[in-house]
């Protein structure tokens, strides 16, 4: 399994991003899809995540309401729609595979909120 993440950058505080996560190299419809961050100096956190066939969504409190996790099964792709950004949304965020006991994690992409 391969996951390649893109749509990372620079925004302002409040502005929206939209991250991509493309998987290849197995059966996409079989795979739980999370977005992971971390940021300078703390733990990787769960940013979003998502079911492999039913598509149920959790957040944790800090981006519910603002992050949308979303999944296209024919283009093997995973999407995070990040509205209202915040300075502390500020980290490399990672997309994360899981099927069984295989986990794969992107390479990262940079998300910076600042003025």
């Known amino acids: 399994v391969h996951l390649v993440e893109s749509g990372g950058g620079l925004v302002q505080p409040g502005e929206s991003l939209t991250l991509s996560c493309a998987f290849s190299?197995?059966?996409?419809?079989?795979?739980?899809m999370s977005w992971f961050r971390q940021a300078p100096g703390k733990d990787r956190e769960l940013a979003a995540f998502?079911?492999?066939?039913?598509?149920?969504?959790k957040y944790p409190d800090s981006v519910k309401g603002r992050f949308t996790i979303s999944r296209d099964n024919a283009k093997n792709m995973v999407y995070l729609q990040m509205n209202n950004l915040k300075a502390e949304d500020t980290a490399v965020y990672y997309c994360?595979?899981?099927?069984?006991?295989?986990?794969?994690w992107g390479q990262g992409t940079q998300v910076t909120v600042s003025s």
């Open positions: 994360h595979s899981r099927y069984g006991s295989v986990i794969t």
């Open positions: 998502i079911t492999a066939v039913s598509g149920v969504t």
């Open positions: 190299g197995d059966t996409f419809s079989n795979y739980a």
